[in-house]
């Protein structure tokens, strides 16, 4: 399996986007499914967004609307941008690849 590296979070205030990255560094893996997944203190670990080996895109409902996934196969990179960002989306979050391929995470914390 590839290792992930999440990048890109930080503190940004509500309304604002960022745009996170996950990069395998020991093999290429954008042509997989590749899921976003969020985790909040005292919260269960939340799907947020995937895209399939043939592209396609899918999005939990708190999310659609406001967060894109996108890929880069020439860089083996998936990119999370995430836009009108709210309080309820600070999370740590994470990169996955089936079954149990899992990114470190990158803490993401949206002020009120």
């Known amino acids: 399996q590839a290792q992930l590296v999440e990048s890109g979070g930080g503190l940004v205030p509500a309304g604002g986007s960022l745009r996170l990255s996950c990069v395998a560094s020991?093999?290429?893996?954008?042509?997989?499914?590749t899921d976003w997944y969020r985790q909040a203190p005292g919260k269960q670990r939340e799907w947020v967004a995937g895209?399939?080996?043939?592209?396609?895109?899918i999005y939990a409902r708190s999310v659609e609307g406001r967060f894109s996934i996108s890929r880069d196969n020439a860089n083996n990179t998936i990119y999370l941008q995430m836009n009108s960002l709210k309080v309820e989306d600070t999370a740590v979050y994470y990169c996955?690849?089936?079954?149990?391929?899992w990114g470190q995470g990158t803490q993401v914390t949206v002020s009120s």
């Open positions: 895209i399939s080996s043939g592209g396609s895109t």
């Open positions: 996955h690849q089936p079954p149990a391929n």
């Open positions: 020991g093999s290429p893996f954008t042509l997989r499914l």
